[in-house]
């Protein structure tokens, strides 16, 4: 069965990095669109970023120029690399197929001083 795992979220202060990985399992990770999306307390889930299976990328405006969207196919992995966070920023950030609409179970990522 498809499976979505994310991991390195954690407690980051303002101006800080993280990267964040989603290991994927039960399909072939390489032919697939995936997506990273956040939700923050009281507000609805947003699409962050997304990465085709040939490489092609897109982000939302709010993160463009401090994020980075990549994939390792040959370890079913994508990955967000987060750069100058801010505290608005904080989140549940998940991993998505959209293709079936698949989640991760999410990790959560907290900016604050």
């Known amino acids: 069965q498809v499976q979505l795992v994310e991991s390195g979220g954690g407690l980051v202060q303002p101006g800080g990095s993280l990267r964040l990985s989603c290991v994927a399992s039960?399909?072939?990770?390489?032919?697939?669109?995936m997506s990273w999306y956040r939700q923050a307390p009281g507000k609805e889930r947003e699409l962050v970023a997304t990465?085709?299976?040939?490489?092609?990328?897109n982000y939302a405006a709010s993160v463009k120029g401090r994020f980075t969207i990549s994939r390792d196919n040959a370890k079913n992995t994508m990955y967000l690399q987060m750069n100058s966070l801010k505290p608005e920023e904080t989140a549940v950030y998940y991993c998505?197929?959209?293709?079936?609409?698949?989640w991760g179970q999410g990790t959560q990522v907290t900016v604050s001083s």
């Open positions: 990465i085709g299976p040939t490489g092609s990328i």
């Open positions: 998505f197929r959209p293709i079936g609409t698949y």
């Open positions: 039960g399909f072939t990770f390489r032919i697939y669109t």
